[in-house]
């Protein structure tokens, strides 16, 4: 993983222990690797690849006051200076650490409400004796932390805050039971117990004698927005906020990396850089599949360099343990399809460019249907059930546990749960070696549209004419995957395609699963792949060896009995096998990186 690392050894040696910083920086994943330690105990570092141009490693402001290091970007660096300092400074805003050190010494953390980007910061206050921490607007860039003993450990991997831990480290059995029934964890929580990802819009810090936290932001905000009264109103400031962030975080001087695949959100990224930038677009799937053969239509429109990276039965299972484990296993393997693109991504270089987001927020994606309680969505969205799952009647409770300890509303509560911990982790953390952009979380546009009255979002109703509006090459005569047909076909036109599709899925389905067929899947046949040859001596020498690290958190003999009846085709459980067997790589990942588990 890349990123920040570092901690304050307070009621210790008062000085920070060379080797626990060999042990953090170790882990981390980098070619680039910058640290410093400070007068008291205090520990800054990060790892990095080098993709943007931050020429310093830990900055300090003008008055020496603060040191800082960010992991990631601050966009628009020098309208910050210029709304916080009355100035820009050339040299500050050609740098994401230097920006921070000139606005921490002139604002302390007062810019942060108006700081654009994914980023973490890392700092000492030196008059105070205070080490803080902070996370971006929506908490997209990770940092992990533990806190105990009188001293704090910080980092973007959270294998290095273990590492770093005084003593043995426990594996949380809630959280592993969250893991298993929801595909991730709620709250803050992580997979040990005493070490927790800050939320989003944090503030922490720590003196010698207390700690405290607190939010620059919170989703209460969207409250205060201006939302237009008709919907037409509201079309046009979509679009006017839609072209700005566009323009904002569009790479300047950089190749934009497009992963583009048959739905709105990357198409409508894709269409939406300037003419004349360095564009790839890159798509993974079945070569057949409509993914693929509406990607290669979009790409023709623009003319630019457009990469197919075939999956199918020989490759899917490459490199997907690895990957899970390199974002803290916070995602079951099986969704690690983007993991095939990695090699393509860092030849490529520059920014990536990805469309997530966009069907959850203006897309109404999250919104409950008419006739079904909010809760009762909830629970259907976020509980993805399987044999090894928690009881059903815990797993709600559970889930509206979360959702009402929020206090958001449930659509708002699924971006920020699912959104953030799990979706995002598969699509900002398996990417090492790029930087990436959410365009569609943008601090400005995602609290506006979230803000829009739900009629007017539900079934992609505004996102339709929005899109059709502001490109319409890209939408009037490409089909959308997801219905079949162009944004604006007519109803009937869709229906008609829809009868096709489910008698297609269900004669794919019946040749997958009860035939055994490796047929062209519309995506990918993950089904069928997982019971090959090779597959089949994969997962048994993983997870039915005698050293198998697994049975010691989950019910054995049920276990391995799902997985005898997957592979040898009386159930269906690819998901669950996965699950597994993504669990018993992150078990050996911990253990050949020295974490104790107590």
């Known amino acids: 993983m890349l990123g920040l690392y570092g901690g304050w050894w307070t009621a210790q040696t008062g000085e920070a222990d060379p080797s626990i910083a060999l042990k953090m920086a170790g882990v981390m994943q980098g070619s680039h690797s910058e640290q410093a330690r400070l007068p ?5 570092g990060r790892r990095h690849h080098g993709v943007l141009d931050q020429r310093s490693s830990v900055a300090t402001s003008a008055d020496g006051r603060w040191s800082v290091v960010v992991d990631g970007e601050l966009l628009e660096r020098g309208r910050l200076l210029r709304q916080h300092l009355g100035n820009c400074d050339a040299l500050a805003a050609q740098d994401s650490g230097a920006t921070a050190a000139a606005l921490l010494g002139a604002a302390g953390f007062a810019w942060l409400a108006d700081a654009h980007g994914l980023f973490t910061l890392a700092g000492f206050d030196h008059r105070t004796e205070t080490l803080f921490l902070v ?22 991997d959270m294998v290095a805050v273990a590492l770093a831990a005084t003593g043995d480290v426990a594996l949380s059995p809630t959280a592993l039971a969250e893991w298993i029934t929801f595909g991730m964890f709620l709250d803050d929580a992580t997979w040990f117990a005493g070490i927790r990802q800050l939320p989003g819009a944090t503030i922490a810090q720590w003196s010698r004698t207390s700690s405290s936290e607190r939010r620059y932001w919170d989703w209460s905000a ?18 006017e906020r839609w072209l700005h962030v566009a323009h904002r975080q569009a790479p300047q001087d950089l190749r934009a990396v497009v992963p583009l695949s048959g739905g709105l959100d990357s198409r409508l990224l894709f269409a939406s850089l300037p003419p004349g930038a360095d ?59 983007n993991v095939i693109g990695l090699p393509l991504l860092r030849e490529l270089g520059g920014i990536c460019y990805d469309g997530y987001g966009g069907d959850g927020t203006i897309g109404g994606q999250y919104l409950a249907p008419p006739g079904t309680s909010a809760a009762d969505y909830l629970v ?13 009647g815990a797993a709600r409770a559970r889930i509206l546990e979360s959702w009402r300890r929020s206090g958001l509303p449930p659509d708002l509560f699924q971006v920020e749960a699912r ?36 009629n007017w979002r539900a079934k992609s109703r505004l996102y339709r004419r929005m899109v059709t509006r502001l490109h319409p090459r890209y939408f009037e005569k490409i089909a959308w995957e997801k219905t079949g047909v162009p944004v604006g076909a007519p109803v009937w036109q869709e229906r008609i395609v829809n009868i096709g599709r489910r008698i297609d899925a269900r004669v794919r389905t019946i040749a997958s699963y ?66 597994l067997a993504s669990l018993e790589s992150w078990l050996r990942h911990l253990d050949q990186a020295g974490v104790r588990l107590g």
């Open 40 to 44: 008291g105990g205090v520990l800054l």
């Open 279 to 337: 564009v790839h677009a890159l798509t993974f799937g079945v070569p057949s599949s409509p993914d693929v053969r509406i990607a290669q239509a979009v790409a023709a429109v623009r003319g630019c360099p457009h990469h197919l990276l075939p999956i199918d039965s020989g490759n899917w299972l490459q490199g997907r343990l690895a990957a899970s484990n390199q974002t803290g296993c916070l995602v079951n393997a099986i969704h690690a399809h």
């Open 419 to 454: 959104g953030r911990r799990f979706i995002n982790a598969g699509t900002l953390r398996m990417r090492l070696g790029t930087e990436v952009r959410l365009p569609f979380l943008d601090a400005d546009f995602m609290p506006f549209v979230m803000a829009l009255p739900e």
């Open 222 to 239: 969207i409250e205060r927005q201006h939302v237009p009264r008709r919907e037409t109103h509201a079309l046009d400031e979509v679009c």
């Open 380 to 392: 259907q969205r976020l509980s993805s059930g399987g044999p090894l799952a928690m009881d059903p």
């Open 514 to 579: 009860r035939l055994g067929l490796d047929v062209a899947a519309s995506y990918v046949n993950y089904e069928a792949w997982s019971r090959t040859p090779d597959t089949r001596q994969a997962f048994e020498g993983l997870l039915l060896a005698g050293d198998a690290r697994w049975p010691q958190w989950i019910d054995a003999d049920r276990g391995r009995q799902i997985v005898r009846d997957h592979l040898d085709g009386r159930r269906c459980r690819t998901d669950a096998v996965m699950g």
């Open 135 to 156: 996370t971006d607007r929506f908490g997209l860039r990770p940092l992990y932390v533990h806190a105990a003993g009188g001293a704090v450990q910080f980092s973007s």
